[in-house]
């Protein structure tokens, strides 16, 4: 059975985009077959993954939104995975938060009729930035999701929200999603700050924090930047931003399956 992810929080600037993409490379190396759908209005994922300057070919995310859209054709990616693709600042992604409450079904619906899924083991859907239809559209559709988040500022505030939203879409829509929890992501451990609401939300929801942590890593963002697995990068700074990030993903995994 297909394993479909989500990236989600409704803050931006949380490592969504960044966790998904490593993890897709991730996967991709290890062999799979894997789909990413883009649902974030920036486009930065499929611009990074498709290396493409704006020239996508294939379904856009936007697209998904339609009722009885099945002809559904993924744009193939340098580096081995398809995408289905938003574009900077895309427009008509944006306006889906307009359409009838009912369009969040159409992206599910339309997937499982064309028969698409049946060709990946995995597709990641990046998340954009609010607690919109289309982010109801993405737990409807997927199988689990991860929850990037940050300890420093007012950054956790959003996330009871965040976490009720996965629970009415449970309740609701999905009850096959499953919450893997969140991610700790950009933590300093030189910060007392920082480790004070790690202990806080270790012990607010002991069961939906992932052990491994990310820290700020310069050279995590230098691999999202150039669109690259972090691993490739030669430098002693990149390794330990590897090790972060390989720790993430195999506890995903094996949440997963
Ligand atoms: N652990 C980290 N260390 C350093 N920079 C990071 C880290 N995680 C994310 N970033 C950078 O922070 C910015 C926002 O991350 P991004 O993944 O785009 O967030 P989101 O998708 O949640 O909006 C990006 O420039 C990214 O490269
Ligand atoms: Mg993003």
């Not at 929200?161 to 929890?181: A, C, Y």
């Not at 939300?201 to 050279?219: C, F, N, Q, S, W």
Request: aromatic share 6%; charged share 20%; hydrophobic share 40%.
């Amino acid at each position: 059975m297909t394993k479909i992810i989500s990236f989600a929080n409704q803050k931006g600037g949380v490592g969504k985009s960044t966790i998904c993409l490593q993890t897709v490379f991730h996967l991709t190396e290890s062999g799979y077959r894997v789909l990413v759908i883009d649902l974030d209005p920036q486009g930065n994922t499929s611009s990074r993954l498709s290396k493409s300057d704006g020239e996508f070919t294939g379904t856009s995310s936007a697209e998904l939104f339609q009722e009885n859209f099945t002809d559904i054709k993924v744009m193939p990616c340098p580096r081995g995975m398809d995408l289905i693709w938003s574009t900077k600042n895309d427009p008509e992604l944006s306006e889906i938060e307009g359409l009838p409450l009912s369009c969040v079904l159409n992206p599910a619906d339309n997937l499982e009729k064309s028969g698409i899924l049946e060709h990946y083991d995995y597709v990641a859907v990046d998340c954009p930035p609010s607690l919109g239809r289309k982010l109801v559209a993405a737990l409807t559709l997927s199988t689990h999701v991860i929850c990037p988040v940050q300890v420093s500022g007012f950054a956790l505030d959003g996330v009871e929200g965040l976490l009720n939203t996965i629970i009415s879409v449970q309740d609701e829509l999905n009850p096959e999603l499953e919450n893997t929890g969140m991610v700790i992501n950009n933590l300093n451990r030189n910060f007392p700050s920082h480790l004070q609401a790690c202990k806080q939300l270790r012990e607010a929801v002991p069961d939906l924090v992932y052990t491994a942590e990310i820290g700020l890593r310069g050279k995590l963002d230098e691999a999202n930047n150039l669109g690259v697995p972090v691993w490739s990068i030669k430098a002693t700074s990149a390794r330990e931003a590897a090790k972060d990030m390989r720790a993430v993903i195999n506890e995903l995994m094996e949440k997963v399956g």
